[in-house]
């Protein structure tokens, strides 16, 4: 996700290129650090994506999973 959303080559207030659908955690007590990270990559809370954030099966090997769709061109 970084990657998509670099400061150095996006605006980092224009998310119209960038769908965050979901994030899927291993351990939903993960959910404040994701937050934290969110308002960092999203700092103004008026223009910050809405995503969802679920919990991961037990069978996964996983502990982030995420659902990006990005805008190219």
């Known amino acids: 996700m970084a990657t998509l959303i670099d400061p150095k080559t ?8 960038i769908r965050f659908d979901a994030a899927e955690l291993a351990e ?4 404040a650090a994701l ?3 969110w308002s960092k990559m999203f700092p103004d809370a008026a223009s910050r ?11 996964s090997a996983a502990l982030v999973t995420c659902d990006v769709t ?3 061109g």
């Open 49 to 59: 994506p809405a995503r969802r954030t679920l919990a991961l099966g037990s069978g």
């Open 10 to 17: 996006s605006n980092r207030n224009c998310v119209a290129p």
């Open 35 to 37: 937050n934290d990270e």
């Open 70 to 72: 990005a805008v190219i």
């Open 28 to 31: 939903l007590s993960g959910h």
